[in-house]
């Protein structure tokens, strides 16, 4: 099955790198026009010109997701495409440390970036498609808002806040031809886990039925599925794409 997005317009946000960045290039390889955000447009400048050199439509937008003005920004971004009708919520941070020693900005900076400014930015993209009537909302979760985990609780109730934003927001507007989905990767190859021994690697490795680390591709792939036509009856899932390390 090959996907076509020809006339879509999508918005990927923490597209600089990683998952954000192999999302950006795969829905540009659908001929969908993708516009790249992150803080700065100089930072998607590679994202953007991967794309220009694969011979699709992208364009680098300044956005910052945590920032007061991120709704002004999302009305300019729909000023200037005239629409978007495929929104990727993947920006996000992490702020670990154990719950007992956690300083509330931590808290307050992880849930504001990974949740509140994905509210803002979502209900500004989402008035849109609803008049369009036509729109794929995916948000990029994790398994650990399913699963938790130790010195993660900031991050994982952020997520998890994420997949119940997710359930609710899908039964409020699919009569509308609006889907929204989330997807909970596991443990994924990025410059993170680059940076780990090797044996803590192997240990992470066996906790996974699948013996190996996702790819950013693993999770591209499925965010291009849910953003097309044929998964237009899908709506309200959250994609566990972890390699078994959840069940």
């Given at each position: 099955m ?41 930072s ?26 991120v ?55 989402v008035?849109?498609m ?30 998890a ?87």
């Amino acid at each position: 099955m090959k996907i076509h997005l020809a006339g879509k317009h999508a918005l990927v946000t923490g597209a600089s790198r990683g998952i954000g960045a192999a999302i950006a290039l795969r829905l540009a390889e659908t001929g969908a026009k993708v516009y790249c955000a992150a803080r700065s447009e100089e930072s998607v400048k590679a994202t953007v010109d991967a794309i220009r050199s694969a011979g699709g439509e992208g364009e680098a937008f300044a956005l910052d997701i945590a920032a007061s003005d991120v709704r002004d920004r999302a009305k300019q971004l729909i000023e200037t495409a005239g629409h978007i009708d495929i929104l990727i919520n993947n920006a996000g941070i992490t702020h670990d440390d154990l719950f007992i020693r956690m300083k509330p900005e931590a808290w307050d900076n992880v849930i504001q970036t990974n949740l509140t400014g994905m509210f803002h930015l979502t209900q500004e993209i989402v008035k849109k498609m609803i008049r369009l009537r036509w729109g794929r909302v995916v948000n990029i979760s994790s398994v650990v808002g399913l699963m938790g985990n130790p010195g993660q609780v900031n991050y994982a109730a952020s997520k998890a806040g994420i997949i119940g934003f997710t359930k609710a927001l899908a039964l409020e507007i699919g009569s509308r031809n609006v889907t929204v989905n989330a997807i909970a990767p596991g443990f994924i190859q990025t410059q993170m886990t680059e940076a780990m021994t090797d044996d803590a690697k192997k240990g992470l490795e066996e906790r996974i039925a699948m013996k190996r680390l996702g790819t950013v591709d693993d999770i591209a792939y499925s965010a291009v599925f849910l953003s097309s036509e044929e998964a237009g009856y899908i709506t309200g899932t959250v994609l566990n794409v972890s390699g078994g390390l959840y069940t």
